[in-house]
Nanobody
Framework: VQLQASGGGLVQAGGSLRLSCAAHGRTVYRYVMGWFRQAPGTERAVVAAISQTDGNEYYEDSVKGRFTITRDNAKNTVYLQMNSLKPEDTAVYYC?????????????WGQGTQVTVSS
């Protein structure tokens, strides 16, 4: 499976961005799809994840109420709508496919996309 992410960029605090990640090579509807992020000097950590089988969504506490994860199984694509962005959201964002409600097991990684939020 190849994951192709897009949608990162530079935005002012309070602004919005939408990340997209399309899976190619095989269908991934049985997997959990989601996003991780990694800022300089920190570990990569899950931001949001969504399951197709039970519809559950997971959000890291700091993004609850601001970020929304959705998926389009027909397009093999997961999206992350990021609103009310803060400078601390600045990081490289990676899409991932795997298992566990919070994507504790990652089978496939996409390339990172940079999100920079200016104050």
């Amino acid at each position: 499976v190849q994951l192709q992410a897009s949608g990162g960029g530079l935005v002012q605090a309070g602004g919005s961005l939408r990340l997209s990640c399309a899976a190619h090579g095989r269908t991934v509807y049985r997997y959990v799809m989601g996003w991780f992020r990694q800022a300089p000097g920190t570990e990569r950590a899950v931001v949001a994840a969504i399951s197709q089988t039970d519809g559950n969504e997971y959000y890291e506490d700091s993004v609850k109420g601001r970020f929304t994860i959705t998926r389009d199984n027909a397009k093999n694509t997961v999206y992350l709508q990021m609103n009310s962005l803060k400078p601390e959201d600045t990081a490289v964002y990676y899409c991932a496919v795997g298992g566990g409600g919070d994507l504790r097991t990652v089978h496939f990684w996409g390339q990172g996309t940079q999100v920079t939020v200016s104050s």
